[in-house]
């Protein structure tokens, strides 16, 4: 099984960006989907966005065309830079497979007004 630790995160201001990262244990490149969740006080974990194996993505309405999610099979990382930050942005952020197996520690995103 393969561990995920997540890097990035951070405090920002409104309209700022971050660029996250999750550094995988082994090779990622048979995994067919990775994604990228987050979890807000007293919210559900959300999916945020997912790539596939062959680079497909999608993402969550609320972060289209702010947030953009790659794979980098090779130094088996993914990442999610993000851009316009809003302050419902802030929550603890995951990566995990697509569908999600064991949760790593994740990283904080605050983002203030």
């Known amino acids: 099984q393969v561990q995920l630790v997540e890097s990035g995160g951070g405090l920002v201001q409104a309209g700022g960006s971050l660029r996250l990262s999750c550094a995988a244990s082994r090779f990622i490149g048979t995994i067919n989907a990775m994604g990228w969740y987050r979890q807000a006080p007293g919210k559900q974990r959300e999916l945020v966005a997912a790539i596939s194996r062959g680079g497909s993505t999608n993402y969550a309405d609320s972060v289209k065309g702010r947030f953009t999610i790659s794979r980098d099979n090779a130094k088996n990382t993914v990442y999610l830079p993000m851009s316009s930050l809003k302050p419902a942005d802030t929550a603890v952020y995951y990566c995990?497979?697509?569908?999600?197996?064991?949760w790593g520690q994740g990283t904080q995103v605050t983002v203030s007004a």
């Open positions: 995990n497979t697509h569908p999600p197996t064991t």
